[in-house]
């Protein structure tokens, strides 16, 4: 026994040797935010204007010996929904492998639903929303990689639930557990971007997002979204289309053109604005138009960014003559 005994722990000596070996770099990061938000409008707000949030990231890479490993992990005091972690494995030529917990947004239309040029937020934030679905930041598997200048990326999740612990035996929480119990449906993404070769400053994307639900009658849920973007010297512009198709009979789709340009007014400051037209169709009636503008901007000085939205919409969510206005100052300390 005692001869086991020593085996065993040579064993485990060796391994934690060989464990040690492969060396990981280690940082922390963080921001400090405060904000003032209003809102006015059919929505109005009367609550407390101001927001604070602190945000710390720890992330760890190093060599796995078939790639290079990296895990994230964010935590935040302000919004329990903001948390975020998330680890890759990149392979070089063999592209890069994810799992994303939650709040990553790494991979699939969910990383790509609006990368119009903004000096801080999108058009849609706080009045109205992008107009697509995807694979969430929830146990979501993603892959990306570049073929002769086309980027790819991949996505897949079981029901966008994360860390849902099942009641039935064999399904927990834990180690070895089966999240996401009562699953209905699953999501897949692909997108591509493309920089155009001869027109520097050129890149047009495109991707799909289809949701399969487990239950035979129901059809499937299906989103598309595309860009084109162009940027030389300090002007960035670019255009958006996104379209949302329910598979339940008689219900709503939506479809949305988007534009914006952005400007660097210098090495510190950038401002912008943007418009987004979002059409609800209604199978029982007429079609209903909801508009947003915003305008934005930021100014940064060394470690610290002020930055600012407004922005507007009409016929908010197609409901006619219901409108909504935004309003977001921000003061970021980044260390």
């Given at each position: 026994?005692?001869?086991l005994?020593?085996?065993?722990l ?9 464990f040690?070996?492969?060396?990981v770099?280690?940082s922390?990061?963080?921001t400090?935010?405060?904000t ?9 707000s009367?609550g ?21 490993a ?5 935590l935040?005091?302000g919004?329990?929904?903001a948390?975020s ?5 990149d ?10 917990a939650?709040g ?10 609006d ?7 999108e058009?849609?934030?706080g009045i ?6 995807g694979?969430?930041?929830n146990?979501?598997?993603g ?5 002769m200048?086309l980027?790819?990326?991949l996505a ?5 639930q994360a ?12 180690d ?14 692909w ?5 155009v070769?001869?027109?520097e ?33 300090p002007v ?8 949302f198709?329910?598979?339940s ?15 660097n ?5 950038k401002?912008?604005i ?5 059409e609800y ?8 138009t ?26 908010t969510?197609?409901?006619t ?6 309003m977001?100052?921000?003061?970021v300390?980044?260390?």
């Open positions: 026994m005692k001869n005994k020593k085996v065993g040579s064993a485990l000596a060796g391994s934690l040797v060989a040690s070996a492969n060396a770099e280690m922390v990061s963080g400090a935010e405060v003032y938000t209003t809102t006015n409008g059919t929505d109005a009367t407390n204007p101001f927001g604070s949030n602190t945000s710390l990231a720890f992330t760890g890479e190093g060599d796995v010996g078939f790639g290079t990296k895990i994230v992990r964010t935040n005091d919004i329990a929904s948390l972690a998330w680890q890759t494995i392979m070089g030529d063999m592209g890069v492998l994810s799992f994303d939650i990553g947004g790494l991979e699939g239309t969910t990383a790509y639903d990368k119009l040029p903004t000096a801080y937020e058009v849609w934030t109205s929303g992008t107009g697509v679905i694979a969430a930041s146990d979501t598997l892959y990306s990689n570049t073929f200048g980027g790819v990326s897949t999740t079981k029901g966008n860390g849902t612990a099942g009641a039935t035996t064999g399904q927990g929480s834990g070895g557990g089966n999240d996401g119990a009562g699953v209905t449906y699953s999501q897949s993404d997108h591509l971007s493309y920089a070769p001869y027109v400053g050129l890149t047009v994307m495109y991707g799909e997002s289809t949701r399969d639900f487990a239950v035979a009658t129901e059809n499937d849920d299906t989103s598309s979204v595309g860009h084109i973007l162009y940027s030389t010297g960035s512009v670019g255009y958006r289309m996104a379209e198709h329910d598979g009979a008689g219900s709503n789709g939506t479809n949305v053109e988007a534009y914006a340009i952005a400007f007014v210098s090495d510190e400051m401002v912008s943007a418009t987004q037209d979002r169709d209604v199978p029982s009636g007429t079609n209903v909801e508009t947003s503008d915003a305008i934005n901007a930021s100014y940064t000085m060394g470690a610290m960014t002020v930055r600012g939205t407004f922005s507007e919409s009409k016929d969510a197609g409901q003559a219901d409108t909504d206005e935004h977001e100052l921000s003061l300390l980044a260390f």
